[in-house]
């Protein structure tokens, strides 16, 4: 006499829900990879987004390719109070909000003042 009360799942389902599984990891990977913001085909933003890196200061402001820096020896550097090394942002193009660019260049799409689409890291 064999034991009774085998796994209620058989062999077949069992196989089926990995298959699945497997199917919507891989299908998740793959969306997870695309959505990587890709700084692109020619890799050369245009238009570069920084937050002033002195929290009481708070400056945000821009910089574009080729425009002159005012005198300031690195774009990164704020325009208002002076602090180096700003913080990489994105800018919502429809309210002009800026946001600071988390670690791998993820933030925060849709803008999280306004809801609209944000435009490509440092690209127009
Ligand atoms: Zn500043
Ligand atoms: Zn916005």
Known sequence: ????????????????????????????????ISAEPANSE???PDEYHYLCSDSKC???????????LGGRQFPDICPKCGAPDGYQAAKCDACGHYQMVQGHGSYEDPCPECGADMPPLGKH
């Open 42 to 44: 020619d890799g050369v």
């Open 58 to 68: 708070g400056n945000t402001f821009s910089w574009t390719r080729g425009e002159d």
């Open 1 to 32: 006499m064999r034991p009774k009360g085998k796994n209620p799942v058989s062999k077949p389902v069992q196989i089926a829900i990995v298959v699945i599984c497997l199917a919507g990891a891989a299908f998740f990977l793959f969306n997870f």
